[in-house]
Nanobody
Framework: VQLQASGGGLVQAGGSLRLTCASS????????MGWFRQAPGKEREFVAT????????MYTDSVKGRFAISRGNAKNTVYLQMNSLKPEDTAVYYC????????????????WGQGTLVTVSS
């Protein structure tokens, strides 16, 4: 399974971005997908996850009400709509997939994309 994340960029505080993660390969073997982020000097942290069917989602508290994770119709694309962005959201954002249901720890995920940089200026 290969994952390709895109959509990052530079945005002012209060602005919006939409990240896209396209998966290819043996995607029929995967389940939930998730977004994580890693700021400079910090550990990679969970942001959001969505089940394979798209009916179940989970978010870290700091993004609830601002970010929304969703799946495309073909189920092999996942989006992260990010609104009301804050400078503390600045990080490299990674998409990941796993075998099984939603989960929020790094070690639960098997496949990882290359990351896309989001920079929020104040």
């Amino acid at each position: 399974v290969q994952l390709q994340a895109s959509g990052g960029g530079l945005v002012q505080a209060g602005g919006s971005l939409r990240l896209t993660c396209a998966s290819s390969g043996r995607t029929f073997s995967t389940g939930a997908m998730g977004w994580f982020r890693q700021a400079p000097g910090k550990e990679r942290e969970f942001v959001a996850t969505i089940s394979r069917a798209g009916g179940t989602t989970m978010y870290t508290d700091s993004v609830k009400g601002r970010f929304a994770i969703s799946r495309g119709n073909a189920k092999n694309t996942v989006y992260l709509q990010m609104n009301s962005l804050k400078p503390e959201d600045t990080a490299v954002y990674y998409c990941a997939s796993r075998i099984g249901g939603i989960a929020k720890t790094v070690n639960d995920y098997v496949y990882w994309g290359q990351g896309t940089l989001v920079t929020v200026s104040s």
